[in-house]
């Protein structure tokens, strides 16, 4: 069973930067696509990044130039760096993993639209941006 734990949210003032981590287990990570997905009060939850197989990224319009995400692999652990953060940006955080073959994880190819189709989830980590 994969069990995922994220950390690393906050508050921030806009314009500022966070690293979000995701710890994982119970899985072999060169078999899984992870991502980062958010919730804001009032809405539904939607892609923010994900990473492949093989290192291949896909991210929202609205995060690209601004957030990087990244894996160790070794450490099975998920980050993801939040530059340049904006209040539209504060949101539950959660970390997601999925099996190569579902929606959204291909070897060489992740989709941020469509990997929590069939992802694992993590409990989620809040960040908060002040104006």
């Known amino acids: 069973q994969v069990q995922l734990v994220e950390s690393g949210g906050g508050p921030v003032q806009s314009g500022g930067s966070l690293r979000l981590s995701c710890t994982a287990s119970?899985?072999?990570?060169?078999?899984?696509?992870v991502g980062w997905f958010r919730q804001a009060p009032g809405k539904e939850r939607a892609g923010v990044a994900t990473i492949g197989v093989h290192g291949s990224t896909s991210y929202a319009d609205s995060v690209k130039g601004r957030f990087t995400i990244s894996r160790d692999n070794a450490k099975n652990t998920l980050y993801l760096q939040m530059n340049n953060l904006k209040p539209e940006d504060t949101a539950a955080y959660y970390c997601?993993?999925?099996?190569?073959?579902?929606?959204?994880?291909?070897?060489?190819?992740?989709?941020?639209?469509?990997?929590?189709?069939?992802?694992?989830w993590g409990q989620g980590t809040q960040v908060t941006v002040s104006s």
């Open positions: 119970g899985y072999t990570s060169s078999r899984y696509c």
């Open positions: 997601a993993a999925a099996q190569a073959g579902a929606p959204g994880c291909a070897f060489g190819f992740t989709d941020v639209q469509t990997l929590g189709v069939a992802a694992s």
